[in-house]
């Protein structure tokens, strides 16, 4: 009977920079993702080449990844420059590029693995199937994808599958919004996003008549799921995302500490599942995703469609729930509180206008607050804090400790004595030194191994000792330290040379694309774009919405569904006589209509 290797399962971490990437490693990542120096979806989350090698080299010392995001579709003047780029992250030493643009497959490609972008609309098992011939060595799956779909998308590939389990939602479909160009020419699918699914917006049927007025109602609460890993795991999932490349750091450590926690907790009890790198984290603080930015949680789609996913009263975080108003004085409210309160903290609560606004606490005193600025609020009032002055203040600090667990020996030789040292990871390395042995009056073990367990700022943490010798020597403090500093140094160059990159040479092929048809929704905006689905036997191609703007084009392609959220939708809630359609969204001077699709059970923006 053939046994099975357990499987390993990543933890996938955003860095907007170098210092986020470090921190996302010794907080727990397996993997990090980092924007390319251009042609990246977060156009503002660039980073230079020099940077993301130094970051390579600092996750590979614990055997994690990092992959860079170089996922923006690209016009014919810029293939070379994207080349040339792929080739400098492939000698920085990454792991992957995650792409968009199929286009670059057709490039002279180093031997780096590629990654299929979410950006490309990965939520079809054939389209899914086809990206594994086409050569990807992962493939980033779409956010609105239920537990039995990713199950049957994994049975039927054997290609690695990248799962987002929490962070800001889309409404659309990832690439397949094209709002943002047609209002004011900045593309989504260029890393330009102008977030138009952010604002306010009145709808209004067929006759005029307002349903909802200026609610934000395509902008979506974030994603959590986290009490949901295990059944991803056991669905095919091997690589859970962590969205937030504009994140910045203490949202970083904060939750990917906290699903490192989830993983860890997890793998404990089912050894079929193993971490993807190595190490072991302590945290100083306690992880809570709650108390970095959010708009309220969801599960989204994971297990089928469900009400409230919108946070219709404000796209910016609002935290955790504190508590509720029960008195107002002249300077303080008094509250029932749930949490403990902080000077400097940040709370926000939703006004009789139905809008969000905020204060800053002076001071605190019991369930008495005592805002900086006296808000007009009412008795009842919901109040959530959106900054946590002590937990930031903590994350400030360091706040984890990621070590490789090492076990090591003394024992003696014919000119001296050799320490060896082997972790986890199968990682070891000896040092020699040579000295003349001589007898203590003392028992020394004790002695030895408490020196040699001391290898405080390293990245390595003392498990096992073993002091192996034929009889009772005295080794001096200073030769102990020595050989330990030298066996410190010896391993960090093992694990260097020791890692092994993720190579991979695409070799191009027929294998025939799903469709014999591209609209301006195939995203195709150059020349080897064209050439790359034409060799898959696709014979009609539209170009791209950015270089042909096309009239009544749709605009955005979502699995939200407005009717379903106030309770029209005919299929499932069919208490409520039809509103008059078409329905139309309006924010000032924009005006977007709305189509429902209920065989594919989507809702479409034009």
């Not at 660039?46 to 940077?51: A, K, P, R």
């Not at 007009?376 to 002055?389: M, P």
């Not at 469709?515 to 689905?533: I, M, P, Q, W």
Request: glycine share 6%.
């Amino acid at each position: 009977m053939k046994i099975l290797s357990p499987k390993k399962i990543e933890l996938l971490a955003p860095a907007k920079d170098l210092e986020c990437g470090i921190e996302a490693i010794n907080h727990g990542a397996d993997a990090v993702y980092i924007g390319a120096p251009k042609f990246s979806a977060r156009a503002s989350a660039g980073n230079s080449i020099d940077d993301i090698r130094k970051l390579a080299a600092y996750a590979h010392l614990y055997s994690a990844k990092v992959y860079v995001a170089l996922n923006t579709i690209l016009k014919d003047e810029e293939l070379k420059e994207a080349e040339q780029t792929i080739w400098g992250l492939y000698h920085s030493g990454v792991d992957a590029v995650i792409i968009q643009d199929m286009g670059i497959l057709e490039m002279n490609l180093p031997p780096v693995a590629i990654h299929a972008s979410t950006q490309a609309d990965n939520r079809d098992p054939e389209k899914i199937k086809f990206l594994e011939k086409a050569g990807f060595s992962q493939i980033v799956l779409a956010r609105e994808l239920s537990l039995q779909q990713i199950k049957d998308i994994a049975d039927k590939v054997t290609v690695p599958l990248e799962v987002f389990v929490h962070g800001a939602l889309c409404v659309s479909y990832s690439g397949q919004c094209y709002i943002s160009q047609a209002m004011c020419g900045r593309s989504a699918n260029r890393g330009e996003c102008a977030q138009y699914c952010r604002l306010p917006y009145t709808l209004q049927d067929a006759k005029g008549r307002t349903i909802v007025s200026n609610k934000h109602l395509l902008s979506l609460k974030d994603l959590n799921l986290s009490d949901s890993l295990e059944q991803l795991l056991d669905a095919g999932a091997s690589s859970l995302k962590i969205e937030g490349r504009l994140k910045d750091i203490s949202y970083v450590k904060n939750v990917t500490a906290y699903y490192r926690k989830k993983l860890d907790e997890i793998f404990a009890r089912r050894p079929e599942y193993v971490p993807a790198s190595a190490g072991k984290c302590t945290f100083s603080f306690i992880p809570d995703p709650a108390k970095s930015f959010n708009r309220g949680f969801t599960s989204y789609f994971l297990n089928g469609r469900q009400e409230n996913i919108i946070s219709e009263d404000t796209p910016k975080s609002i935290g955790e729930l504190v508590g509720k108003v029960k008195d107002v004085e002249k300077n303080f409210l008094t509250i029932t509180r749930k949490v403990e309160l902080n000077n400097g903290d940040g709370l926000c609560f939703l006004n009789e206008k139905g809008e969000f606004q905020g204060f800053r606490v002076n001071r605190v005193e019991g369930n008495k607050v005592f805002p900086a600025e006296m808000p007009r609020i009412t008795l009842h009032t919901l109040l959530y804090r959106n900054f946590n002055q002590s937990f930031e203040k903590q994350l400030s600090k360091k706040s984890s400790d990621r070590k490789i667990p090492l076990s090591i020996t003394l024992e003696e030789n014919n000119f001296g004595f050799t320490l060896s040292g082997e972790t986890g990871d199968n990682c070891s390395a000896s040092i020699a030194i040579p000295l003349t042995k001589e007898l203590a009056n003392k028992e020394q073990r004790q002695v030895i191994e408490q020196h040699l367990s001391k290898f405080g700022n390293t990245i390595f943490e003392v498990e096992n000792i073993s002091v192996d010798f034929g009889r009772n020597y005295f080794i001096p403090a200073s030769v102990l330290s020595e050989m330990r500093r030298q066996l410190t140094e010896k391993l960090l160059i093992v694990r260097k040379i020791r890692y092994k990159q993720s190579y991979r040479h695409i070799v191009p092929n027929d294998y025939p694309y799903p469709e014999k048809s591209l609209s301006y929704t195939g995203n195709v905006s150059n020349v080897k774009a064209r050439d790359f689905y034409r060799r898959h036997g696709v014979q009609q191609i539209d170009e791209a919405f950015e270089l042909k703007k096309t009239e009544d084009a749709i605009l955005m392609f979502s699995k939200h569904c407005l009717r379903y959220a106030l309770g029209y939708c005919p299929h499932y809630q069919k208490g409520k006589a039809p509103l008059p359609e078409p329905l139309t969204l309006l924010n000032n001077h924009y005006k977007l209509k709305l189509e429902f699709d209920c065989k594919k059970c989507e809702m479409k923006l034009c």
